[in-house]
């Protein structure tokens, strides 16, 4: 399987809120945001592997600013790291007036994403090249949260069977 760059699966999806996103008070649900960002990091895993995908888990989500209805809000997905069937894909969002054209950054995303055959068992992702120092210094990032993410898993599973 031929490894593959960080930029041959970078993904964008733009969205233009309307008050079908909104609650009452004219902001954009959280879902809303939540659900797009999930279909950019899937577009992104499977450019990557070229497979079907699963979300496994959502490791962070952060709410920086609300969304507003009118705004065009773009989606970039980028796989920061991958190893055996898991991917891990940041999502950074991006609110844009469109009348003014001022942005701001209202969201970021880490989503682990599984590549899986028709049968949705876990298969093989081709490695991940970074090539700048920013893709570089997000792959070590990523890997950080996976060791976190095990060593949290696995110090549950021990406190239950200790209980
Ligand atoms: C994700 C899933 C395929 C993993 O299956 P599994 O039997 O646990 O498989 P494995 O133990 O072999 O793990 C496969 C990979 O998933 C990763 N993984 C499993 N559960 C995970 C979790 N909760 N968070 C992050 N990564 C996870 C493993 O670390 C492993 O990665 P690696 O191969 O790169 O090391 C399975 O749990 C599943 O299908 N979940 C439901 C997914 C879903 O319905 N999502 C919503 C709709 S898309």
């Avoid at 899986?116 to 700048?132: M, N, S």
Wanted: charged share 25%; with cysteine; net charge negative.
């Amino acid at each position: 399987m031929d490894p593959r760059t960080v930029s041959e699966s970078q993904t964008q999806l733009i969205h233009w809120m309307g008050v079908n996103d909104a609650n009452s008070a004219g902001f954009i649900h959280g879902g809303v945001v939540m659900k797009l960002c999930d279909e950019a990091a899937g577009a992104a895993s499977v450019k990557h592997s070229r497979s079907r995908v699963v979300t496994a888990g959502v490791d962070r989500m952060a709410f920086i600013t609300p969304v507003h209805v009118g705004e065009l809000v773009t989606f970039s997905a980028s796989v920061n790291a991958a190893w055996r069937t898991s991917m891990e894909v940041g999502v950074r969002v991006e609110a844009e007036n469109p009348r003014t054209g001022e942005r701001r950054h209202t969201n970021s995303a880490y989503l682990t994403m599984v590549a899986v055959d028709e049968q949705g068992r876990p298969v093989e992702v081709p490695k991940l090249i970074a090539e700048t120092d920013e893709q570089h210094a997000r792959e070590a990032e990523a890997q950080v949260r996976r060791r976190n993410r095990l060593a949290e898993r696995d110090e549950i599973i021990a406190r239950r069977q200790a209980e």
